[in-house]
């Protein structure tokens, strides 16, 4: 099959992380006229098996390239002759970038960089047909106080290493659409939180330990607040954006959905406790306040009215009713969630993507 006979080629990068992988299958399912190419270095966090249901899908390809190597970019530009991109891609993990700061720049910057500039080089006699969707986070903004929320004109104040970088690939991006017209759309966005998230992150870590009966850490008294927006809900926003934003724009999404993170935790152990039979809330007995974590933003929240005014577009998922269906979905996949602890999924592209996609460039 010739990628060519596709409407478009989107680019997704990352595609094989946690919010990547939701994003991928997403497109593949809803729009087999569309070419997805899946590009993923498959660090610790990216795991194939994410994608088992649409691997073998006729509009999807996976490429194993490094943003941060140019000529690799350019290459899957110029073999799947890419009309558009949604960049994901990227190093998130705020305690990593604490101890390890120049990955998070190399990859975050460096690679967005690499991406913008096959991009502009690739489309340079159509840009107007193209889009270059760069996905951010709310961390740019820094810390709120009690009160307020983070709009799109809120003025950026990056608080960590992992905020820093992603606040650097956000002003890159803005910077190739007024320098060199690139057609760019950008969203920025609170907690997300569903299945297929890797546990290093607050709620599969707490499910995981809940469900061993081990310590359940948390930073300080446990009083930072955050938005947690529902991966789907996401998914959701970014397809809109894709297709209805305008160029140049960009959106806060956000989950309608603050919550403490002690509170969120005793949540969790109500929740986990009551799918297991164990006795209710027993579980907060393994809650443990340890050192805070260095530079922790107080509170982040969303004023997500103007995609809702814009695009028509706003979240459906309830919290408690989303962590319901988080913490069904990790207990059901124990099985996913073990290969993950004990770092098996990582032979998964060896066992089912030995050989290359047998596609007609």
């Not at 606040?167 to 320098?179: E, K, W």
């Not at 260095?294 to 695009?311: M, N, P, Q, T, W």
Request: charged share 20%.
């Amino acid at each position: 099959m010739k990628v060519d006979q596709f409407n478009k080629r989107i680019l997704i990068t990352g595609g094989a992380g946690f919010i990547g992988s939701h994003v991928v299958k997403y497109f593949v399912h809803q729009h087999p006229e569309i070419f997805v190419v899946n590009c993923d270095l498959l660090t610790y966090a990216g795991n194939l098996s994410n994608l088992k249901e649409i691997e073998t899908a006729p509009n999807y390809g996976f490429e194993k390239q490094d943003i941060r190597d140019l000529n690799a970019i350019q290459t899957v530009f110029n073999q799947y002759k890419i009309t558009d991109v949604i960049h994901l891609a990227a190093e998130s993990h705020v305690d990593r970038s604490i101890e390890s700061p120049t990955d998070f720049i190399s990859t975050n910057v460096l690679g967005t960089v690499n991406l913008l500039l096959a991009a502009k080089e690739y489309w340079k006699n159509s840009m107007n047909s193209h889009r270059f969707y760069h996905v951010s986070t709310d961390e740019v903004y820094g810390s709120l106080g009690e009160t307020g929320k983070f709009t799109e004109t809120t003025s950026y104040d990056p608080r960590s290493p992992y905020s820093a970088s992603k606040a650097s690939s956000d002003h890159l991006v803005r910077a190739f659409h007024h320098t060199y017209q690139l057609p760019i759309v950008i969203s920025n966005c609170s907690n997300n939180y569903g299945p297929y998230q890797f546990p290093e992150k607050l709620i599969p870590l707490m499910i995981n330990n809940i469900l061993h009966q081990k310590e359940l850490p948390v930073y300080g008294q446990g009083l930072n607040v955050r938005d947690w927006l529902w991966v789907g809900d996401h998914v959701s926003a970014i397809h809109r954006i894709f297709f209805n934003g305008q160029d140049g724009e960009t959106y806060n999404i956000g989950g309608n959905c603050e919550m403490k993170n002690i509170d969120l935790v005793n949540l969790l152990c109500q929740i986990v406790d009551s799918a297991l039979n164990r006795p209710d809330g027993s579980s907060k007995q393994l809650i443990r306040y340890v050192k805070d974590r260095a530079g922790h933003d107080l509170r982040y929240a969303i004023d997500a009215s103007k995609i809702k005014e814009k695009l028509s577009w706003e979240p459906s998922m309830d919290l408690e009713q989303g962590l319901k269906i988080t913490v069904d979905w990790y207990l059901q996949n124990t099985e996913w969630l073990n290969q993950i602890v004990n770092g098996e999924y990582q032979n998964y592209y060896q066992r089912h993507y030995s050989k290359r996609n047998e596609l007609q460039y």
